[in-house]
T-cell receptor
Framework: AQKVTQAQTEISVVEKEDVTLDCVYETRDTTYYLFWYKQPPSGELVFLIRRNSFDEQNEISGRYSWNFQKSTSSFNFTITASQVVDSAVYFCALFKGNAGGTSYGKLTFGQGTILTVHP | GAVVSQHPSRVICKSGTSVKIECRSL??????MFWYRQFPKKSLMLMATSNEGSKATYEQGVEKDKFLINHASLTLSTLTVTSAHPEDSSFYIC????????????FGPGTRLTVT
């Protein structure tokens, strides 16, 4: 079975602070994909980043960066110099890449982390 | 980029009535669409997987007779909440997977259903 855990329910920071959102996943598959989505108050899910299980290279994209560690099954997401517009719910999600089984083709979402950035 | 629309964006209905929510892929063909339900301050829970031209596959615990899903074309899937009750009030989100794609899913903006 697949599982995604976001232990941080809510995080509150002041603008310009850096903030890291934690994500730990469980899967028995060797091929999988990890995602981060942002859900602003409007409700629409916004795709942020995706990594596959074979690529542990960590990257930076603008103010976003991520740290993928297969050894600890973690896929943490960092926002540098946070802004008020970053306030949203952030979801980590896992996609099963190996064919077969009941979870194939489906996204499993974590519980979400509510991020509030204060001016 | 790929765009998915949902209609309506917000609906209020009376208890006992049925309401239909449409999910459309506007600029691509989607052989598979997914329907999620999200309660306030909660995660997205997959309700069912909808494949064009075949019956939907429902997740455990989801009543298929209550949540009717029809995927009649490669660009349209509908979710009908039958005999709605206040506990059906929720945010419903669909996503559409590109035909032939492995993981690319594009999410609709969601539909907020309130049953009074």
């Amino acid at each position: 079975a697949q599982k995604v855990t976001q232990a941080q329910t809510e995080i509150s920071v002041v603008e310009k602070e850096d903030v890291t959102l934690d994500c730990v996943y469980e899967t028995r598959d060797t091929t999988y994909y990890l995602f981060w989505y942002k859900q602003p108050p409007s409700g629409e899910l916004v795709f942020l980043i995706r990594r596959n299980s074979f690529d542990e290279q960590n990257e930076i994209s603008g103010r976003y960066s991520w740290n993928f560690q297969k050894s600890t099954s973690s896929f943490n997401f960092t926002i540098t110099a946070s802004q008020v517009v970053d306030s949203a719910v952030y979801f980590c999600a896992l996609f099963k890449g190996n064919a077969g089984g009941t979870s194939y083709g489906k996204l499993t979402f974590g519980q979400g982390t509510i991020l509030t950035v204060h001016p | 980029g790929a765009v998915v629309s949902q209609h309506p964006s917000r609906v209020i209905c009376k208890s006992g009535t049925s309401v239909k929510i449409e999910c459309r892929s506007l600029d691509f063909q989607a052989t598979t669409m997914f329907w999620y339900r999200q309660f306030p301050k909660k995660s997205l829970m997959l309700m069912a997987t909808s494949n064009e031209g075949s019956k939907a596959t429902y997740e455990q615990g989801v009543e298929k007779d209550k949540f009717l899903i029809n995927h009649a074309s490669l660009t349209l899937s509908t979710l009908t909440v039958t005999s709605a009750h206040p506990e059906d009030s929720s945010f419903y989100i669909c996503s559409a997977k590109l035909a032939g794609a492995l993981y690319e899913q594009y999410f609709g903006p969601g539909t907020r259903l309130t049953v009074t």
